[in-house]
């Protein structure tokens, strides 16, 4: 939407951005007519109450009881309606569907890296297919960054040791902007991007495209095998270390008798301070691989484990975690 | 009449000469205006730094400073203007000098703490400008972690000093008032006679002594952070920097509220003043003051809510900063009531009175936008945001500080300024201020980020008029400095009463006596009685 | 808690005559002034409990996070040191009471004598407080680049010493990491209390002086009081940061 030119509203191309302008509208509205309220009340009384002589004074009045009440009272259910309407927006912005699709974000200073499952890498750009919900888990290598999708109406802060995530479910094909709305550094107004939906053909033939090094799962395996991974993590479960086979979701015992479901965050935390949580009949052999990894092999390594679990679904992790909160906090919580 | 007023003789301004009787001084009245002569100092540097910002960002490439030079520019633009000017602004000009003589008192309870916190002030604006001249700082007034304690090479360290320092001078004055409020009133003037700027000073108080202390530790933690590589927020030794921004919030959310209410008591007072007539519903407004300095302390997390906050807890948070809304807009409806047949006219500080009003309400109930969840996750650390809180900090916090200063000018003075010009400046800062911030508003739904040096060409324009604005409105800044200065000289002499106020204050002469009073007055009748007198003898010379 | 009046002024002092010394001329009388202060002292106090009530928050959080870290870090403090600086700071606390008791019974002698007493058990805890330094900056458990958590161990072992082996609860690479908090947060917390308490012997040391020349009576001695109530302030801090820092997990 623009006026004279001059663009002042931006583009709907999400889901989201239907709803959440559709709340604009009506909290604009609400203010508005307040203001303006106001504004013609204390410019009339301002007229009409005018001195018109010297030593005049006002007349008595020290209040009104029924007035307070109804001036406390009527913004108080006007707020409540707000916060109801709000609470219901942010609380669908919160939930990934199940099958929405997995994309990875980096945040460094001063670059987004993308990663696509099917092995996709892109900086400052991010191809996404229309009418599809995208679920994108963030991460930082250094400082706090936040990812922003102003034509989809929501953000998310990259925080260094956590994964975060965002989702959207973007609705027309066309070139939008990316930007890092945490301050950052010196580049924070250079890491910006633009991010290209696509209609759903268009996706597939872009996927198809690029993928030299295989899938985000294949570069894991690879990855899997470099670091030697394999030679403890035996398929069969008579490695030293445990098996790797269909452990997403699944509920694992701990030496000192919690149990732990297995997600993103959990692993991450076993491949980064490994000793953190080790699984009961194990011994605690597992170098930590914390300041060793990268975050882009890290999310390479997570998608290899996932890929070993077909059939948990791809998101089951922060789907569970996302119930309580939209991080899916990775710090080692030795907790008792 | 008023050619046949004269100067009195005696009073606080002559009671001494001489640098030493000044820096010496146990004098509220003479800590205020040394306060108000440092602050606008302050309040020129800053506004300095607003100014190159505006500049660099008339254009979208980023090219008339170095992208470093210009996050140093809006640092030390929000350091100096939120710790060394509003925050000191209206408590320690306005509120030092005036709640002793509206309650009757000689002096605030303890004059060689307040004198103290002044020296307090300068020394942690010496590290603060230290620190600018060393080549500056660029966090952002925030100083998030793990930024700040560990990417950046720029001088964290004797800014962060400064601004721990400038804190405890911020704590001395409120605990300075609340124990005068509490000890020092003049028989009769009771809790509910309070003039409503001295119990917006009380609330105001309250939050600098209880804020403060937490932003001065998570500063000590920062520094242990930055100067002996101490790790309590660095999250590769297992640190959490989401807890710096809780503990930062935690101040600073409140703080909004160290600027905010003292003008709303200045506006309370004005609004009544040029009414000629009581504040409609006193207690409520008495009370909603209070209200807003609890209800500050539990919304601090909506600051938060893209941090990977809980769904749950940020439902939580957003609920409460709701409650903020009720008492603010309890006050604004009190004061429309107030003026329905009043006697109203429109001296200089009753514009800005009006002006406040205005902008008020639209920093308020845009700050509705952003207790709502689902809106805020677009408009979080956008210009929507910076306009927002521009709204109540520059126009309502500075408009009230004008406002309160035009007011008690003749007061702190004798003597009267240039009306004409003195209106010109109101309506320039109302027509500026609106021209600067009303297009960050859209540029900020648009999807603009704060603190980038460069943006996308389609946002150039509404970043021109806002740049435009901001001359409009650093020249309705200068103004007040010369006719207020020339006034000094030249300018009419005031008396004791000029606006015809109901006030305590304004029943001594002006300027004030060092002790206010000659003898104690004593309070007969309720605030802001315009059918009776205050004290039951008047001691007009 | 000043004895000189200021810009005074005959008009101002209708009842000059029959001031106390000590009554500021702002004042109206000698309990007004007290009151006064007594309620700025009490307000000071709140924004003292805010200042540290930070650090207990982290603490807190972190604690939760990383207790078997805490648990196994708060084993390197001294249980006799913490205990005997606990004993010594409860016994100032003691001699800070009966100063004040002196000091309210026109006792100047013993005013002095329980202050200079208070003062002195104050220098004994940052003694104690200096060797508990020394021991962590010599066993490289200070953090940042130098901390290193096995050296105490290895250290002792080399030394003939003999070491305790108790099953670790997380391996060295992660105490490493994350007691580096613990010791952060327990040289913030003890360093701001010993800062305290420097500025309270401080305080006491012109306190000693005023009470020596005599400036205190019945009738005034708030400065002693007021000292006092900061002092018995940076007991309690140190009440609740002895169990936090040094009983994390010693009934194991």
Known sequence: ?336 | MLDTLKIPERHYLNNGHGLASWLLTKDHKRIAIMYLISISVMFLLGGLFAMFIRLELATPQGDFVNADTYNKFFTLHGVIMVFFFLIPSIPAVLGNFLIPPMIGAKDLAFPRINLLSLYIYWLGGVFTLAAMVMGGVDTGWTFYTPYSATATNTHVIPTALGIFIAGFSSILTGLNFIVTIHRMRAPGMTWFRLPLFVWAHYATSLVQVLGTPVIAITIVMLFVENAFGFGIFDPARGGDPVLFQHLFWFYSHPAVYIMILPALGVISELISTFSKKMIFGYSFVAFSSLAIAVFGFIVWAHHMFVAGMSTYSAMVFSFLSFSVAIPSAVKVFNWTATLYKGAISFETPMLYAYGFMGLFLIGGLTGLFLATLGMDIHLHDTYFVVAHFHYIMVGGAIMGYLGGLHFWWPKMTGRMYSEFFSRIAAILVFVGFNLTFFPQFVVGYLGMPRRYHSYPDEMQVLNVMSSAGASVLGLGYALPVIYLLYSLKKGAVAGPNPFAASGLEWHTQSPPLTENFIEVPEVVSEPYEYEHAVAKESHLV | MSNTVAHADPHAHPHAHAHHPALQHHFDTMSQQKEAAVIGMWVFLLTEILFFGGLFVAYMIYRVWYFDAFAEASRRLSLFWGGLNTAVLIGSSLTMALAVRAAQTNNRKWTVNWLVLTMLLGCVFLGVKVIEYEDKFANYEVPGANYNWVYHEQHAAAEGHAVEHRPLSQTPEQLQRTTQLYFSLYFTMTGLHALHMIIGVGLMLVITWMAWKGKFDAEYYTPVEMSGLYWHFVDIVWIFLFPLLYLVERHT
């Not at chain 1, 960054?145 to 995530?165: Q, W």
């Not at chain 1, 633009?194 to 033939?205: D, G, I, M, R």
């Not at chain 1, 030299?212 to 069969?236: P, S, Y």
């Not at chain 1, 390479?300 to 906090?329: C, D, Q, R």
Request: net charge negative; hydrophobic share 40%.
């Open chain 1, 1 to 336: 939407m623009s006026i004279f030119g001059i663009p002042i509203f931006p583009e709907q191309a999400s889901v989201f951005a239907k709803d959440v302008d559709a709340l604009y509208f009506f909290i604009l509205a609400t203010c508005a007519f307040f203001a303006i309220g106001v504004s013609i009340a204390v410019v009339w009384l301002g007229i009409k109450y005018h001195k018109t002589h010297d030593g005049q004074i006002g007349a008595r009045i020290e209040g009104n009881l029924p007035l307070e009440l109804l001036w406390s009272v009527i913004p108080t259910i006007i707020a409540m309606f707000m916060f109801g309407w709000g609470a219901s927006v942010y609380y669908h912005l919160r939930r990934p569907p199940d099958e929405a699709l997995q994309i990875y974000a980096v945040g460094k200073q001063w670059m987004w890296k993308f990663q696509h499952l099917e092995g996709q890498r892109e900086i400052n750009e991010l191809h996404i297919p229309s009418g599809r919900p995208v679920k994108i888990t963030i991460s930082s290598e250094d400082v706090l960054h936040s990812l922003y999708f102003p034509a989809f109406r929501t953000k998310m802060d990259a925080i260094p040791g956590r994964y975060t995530e965002l989702w959207f479910e973007a609705q027309k094909p066309g070139v939008y902007h990316i930007f890092c709305t945490e301050y950052c550094g010196t580049n924070h107004a250079g890491m910006i991007g633009s991010v290209t939906v696509l209609e759903p053909a268009q996706y597939q033939a872009w996927l198809q495209g690029g993928g030299m090094e295989g899938t985000l799962a294949q570069r894991g395996a690879k990855l899997f095998t470099d670091l030697a991974c394999q030679t403890c993590h035996l398929d069969t479960g008579q490695g030293r270390g445990p098996s790797l086979k269909d452990l997403m979701g699944r509920t694992e015992e701990m030496q000192d008798g919690t149990t732990v479901v297995v997600d993103e965050a959990y692993l991450r935390e076993s491949i980064l301070t490994s000793q953190a949580k080790v699984v009961k009949g194990f011994q605690p052999l597992m170098p930590t691989f914390q300041g060793l990894i990268s975050e882009e092999n890290l999310v390479a390594l997570i998608e290899h484990v996932k890929s070993l679990s077909p059939n948990a679904a791809t998101t089951s992790a922060p789907a569970s975690a996302g119930a309580a909160g939209a991080a899916t906090t990775a710090r080692p919580a030795e907790k008792k």
